[in-house]
């Protein structure tokens, strides 16, 4: 049912492993050179750049020959007609991108990537066409065909090209199935907390069949979006601003005094312990991250859920706790024999992490410009100390 | 085959030794697990929330507290950092160096942002430059310069870089008209000023990691500003051959390098320049739509032969 060979995948795995822990110094440049030509492969691959760079100008050239298609051969088409072409469309877009696999050996490539996301997105707009075109459209049945045919279309893109990122899109059309079912907005966050519930099993289920295997990663990922989904759902200070919330025709409005409410709040505390649990236990860096992610979610809008005041200081607090955090951790670990307690070490063992780091901190300091830069109108003199409105680094007064 | 699977077979057939085996299985099934990047991550964060706030409470609350108290507050933080770094940092080499502590990245970071916080105030409520901000900014940029090559730190020289364009932002501001093009003039200054400081200190070997930071900021700004020369049908097509070349330039560079960050640059930015002095004047739909399918296309092409010859994994 994959569209690459488990040989290939794990082919590529030990190649750039291979890589990896020679560049580590953990295996010599002979050695390298010795078994680098076992973990060859008969696939395509190229470098981020390119890949990111080719799915663009395919994207364009795809969306460009279906534009022009409609130009050219369908003046005024009806709604019905734009949504049979668009299907069509979404098959051959499908059917190519199946092509460049198997014909091009093309992996991770940006080509095959485009076409397969353009494929949902020609499904999606045409299965929406072609039902607005019945008369009389009922916007629910609409939101139903297109967003059940989304989350499909995206999870088999998932499955069949292992494309991490169709999986978080899969669950983006999710959240828009329970508005069909239901008006209430306390039903639909349950029923999408469910949704995202039963994935999770199937997730945890599956995984564990493939334990230090080339799908690990990718299970350890979706396992992650799920975890952050239904977080996102029950934490309704976030969901009131989310796509759930836009869409819905009743904008959710968040009652204190409701059992909903008083439950959700409830949830958010509970579950960033148990996703670090679960990381933890695991070892796994993704569900990890969420874990901590969701935490400092909680701990910024407590104060919001329970209607509290904030302070400008709150944001000096959280920092000091998170700092504290990560010094005590990093102590602790480092106190353990070898360096090591529990199996897990604070210390670096991979060179991929430093340059991740060093990457990662030349980018930050570039997009964080404002925290430096005053605003030009601050060349008034009689401009006011006050009224910061970010306070991103201070130098917004 | 896993990857466990295949370190055994390397072990029968002798390509590694059995510890190179135990340590390459271990490390595949994570053990131990390193929370490395995580703890740096948190690390980061915090840094990042305690200056927001910081500098929210400081606007909020400075005439309740005081200037002399906020001023003594952020230059105690100010000092504490900086006399950390300091005392802690090993002597200076021109060549990569490591943090002496897990720690020591982030204090320079706090440093760094908490003078930008104390200038900020300064200058707003005392006005002791009489609103020359542009002063401020290349004083900053000048000391984080310092810091960066000092400390050997990343994101402290993408602070000065920042900075520094800032300073060329600002000091054009007081023209009075012709913003645009001024800022262009400027911008391009800025790359040339950006661009040449790095090539000369990775020659004179200072720090020459370095150099990818300086060329990344520079061809950006760099595309930016020509794109919009293009976009200026004011003017009669001087930009738009500076386009091509800056383009030739960056796709050269990136193929001798094996930096295809730059290849993207001049796929992109020129695919767009070229695409609007195509297509500024053309008011057929069928032709702008025909256009974009075959040039797409043959962008599609000739990259896919730039990644079969040069692209390969990084």
Redesign the interface.
């Known amino acids: 049912m994959r569209i690459y060979t488990e040989?290939s995948e794990?082919t590529l795995?030990?190649r750039?492993?291979l890589k990896e822990?020679t560049g580590d110094g953990?295996?010599t440049q002979e050695?390298y050179q010795?078994?680098e030509p076992g973990t060859a492969s008969n696939l395509?691959?190229?470098?981020?750049?390119?890949r990111?760079?080719?799915f663009?100008?395919?994207v364009?050239?795809v969306?460009?020959?279906a534009?022009?298609f409609f130009?050219?051969f369908l003046s005024r088409p009806s709604q019905q007609t734009s949504g049979i072409f668009l299907l069509l469309f979404a098959a051959v877009s499908y059917a190519v991108a199946e092509i460049a696999v198997a014909k091009g050996r093309l992996y991770r490539?940006g080509?095959e990537e485009a076409l397969a996301v353009c494929s949902v997105a020609f499904l999606c707009v045409g299965l929406g066409a072609l039902f607005t075109a019945d008369a009389p459209p009922s916007l629910r049945e609409i939101q139903l065909v297109v967003s059940a045919a989304g989350t499909m279309a995206s999870l088999w893109i998932w499955y069949r090209f292992n494309l991490w990122y169709a999986f978080p899109a899969a669950m983006i059309f999710a959240i828009f199935l329970p508005g069909c079912w239901t008006a209430s907005d306390s039903a639909q966050h349950v029923v999408i907390a469910v949704l995202y519930a039963a994935g999770l099993i199937c997730i945890a289920s599956i995984r564990s069949c493939h334990r230090?295997?080339?799908l690990e990663d990718a299970y350890s990922l979706s396992e992650a979006f799920l975890w952050l989904g239904i977080y996102l759902t029950f934490n309704l200070k976030i969901s009131e601003f989310s796509l759930l919330s836009l869409w819905s025709p009743t904008r959710f409005t968040s009652e204190p005094a409701s059992p909903f409410y008083w439950t959700t709040w409830v949830l958010i505390w509970c579950l960033p312990p148990l996703i670090l649990t679960r990381g933890i236990r695991r070892?796994d860096?993704f569900v990890?991250?969420v874990g901590?992610i969701t935490a400092?979610l909680t701990l910024v809008t407590n104060k919001p859920y329970l209607g509290w005041q904030r302070h400008?200081?709150?944001?000096?607090?959280?920092?000091?706790?998170?700092?504290?955090?990560?010094?005590s951790?990093?102590r602790w670990?480092a106190r353990g024999p070898g360096g090591?307690r529990h199996?897990?070490?604070?210390?670096?063992?991979?060179g991929k992490?430093k340059h991740?780091?060093?990457v990662g901190?030349?980018?930050?300091?570039?997009v964080?410009?404002q925290?430096?830069?005053?605003p030009?109108q601050?060349?008034?003199?009689e401009?006011?100390?006050?009224?910061?409105g970010?306070?991103?680094?201070?130098?917004?007064? | 085959m896993n990857i466990v699977a295949r370190l055994e077979l390397w072990k029968e057939q002798g390509a590694i030794s059995a510890q190179q085996e135990a340590h390459l299985a271990s490390l595949s099934r994570g053990e131990p697990f390193s929370l490395s990047l995580e703890l740096n991550f948190l690390l980061y964060a915090g840094v990042l929330a305690f200056v927001a706030g910081l500098g929210w409470t400081i606007s909020t609350w400075s005439q309740q507290i005081g200037d002399v108290l906020v001023l003594t507050i952020l230059t105690i933080i100010l000092a504490a950092s900086f006399w950390y770094c300091f005392s802690r940092a090993p002597a200076w080499s021109a060549a990569e160096t490591t943090a002496p502590t897990p720690i020591f990245d982030y204090i320079l970071y706090l440093g760094s942002l908490v003078w930008c916080v104390e200038l900020a105030y300064l200058e707003n409520r005392l006005h002791v430059l009489s609103g020359q901000w542009d002063l401020y900014l290349l004083a900053t940029a000048l000391l984080f310069f310092f810091l960066a090559y000092r400390f050997d730190n990343r994101f402290v020289l993408s602070l000065a870089l920042s900075s520094l364009a800032g300073w060329f932002g600002l000091t054009i501001s007081h023209w009075p008209s012709h913003q645009d093009a001024t800022y262009r003039q400027y911008a391009l200054l800025y790359c040339l000023v950006v661009g040449a400081t790095g090539a000369v200190l990775q020659r004179l070997e200072l720090k020459s990691h370095f150099l990818n930071t300086y060329l990344n900021v520079a061809a950006n700004v760099l595309f930016w500003a020509v794109l919009s020369g293009v976009f200026d049908s004011q003017d009669d097509g001087l930009w738009f051959v500076g386009l091509l070349i800056a383009c030739g330039a960056s796709l050269a560079w990136g193929l001798k390098r094996r930096q295809f960050a730059f290849v993207a640059y001049a796929a992109v930015y020129g695919y767009v320049g070229v695409s609007y002095m195509l297509l500024r004047n053309a008011n057929d739909f069928t032709l702008i739509l025909t256009y974009f399918v075959f040039t797409a296309i043959a962008m599609v092409v000739m990259l896919v032969q730039i990644a079969r010859r040069f692209g390969r994994p990084e």
């Open positions: 040989s794990e795995r030990a750039k492993l822990w953990a295996l050695q010795s078994l395509r691959t190229t470098n981020i750049f390119l990111l760079v080719l663009f100008f395919t364009v050239a969306a460009a020959a534009g022009l130009t050219v490539y080509i230090f295997d080339y070892k860096r990890l991250a901590a400092v400008t200081w709150d944001p000096m607090l959280l920092g000091v706790a998170l700092t504290g955090v990560a010094l951790l990093r670990l090591v199996g897990f070490t604070a210390a670096h063992l991979s992490d991740a780091m060093s901190s030349a980018v930050l300091g570039l964080t410009p925290s430096i830069t005053p030009p601050a060349t008034n003199p401009h006011r100390f006050g009224g910061g970010s306070g991103g680094g201070g130098a917004d007064f």
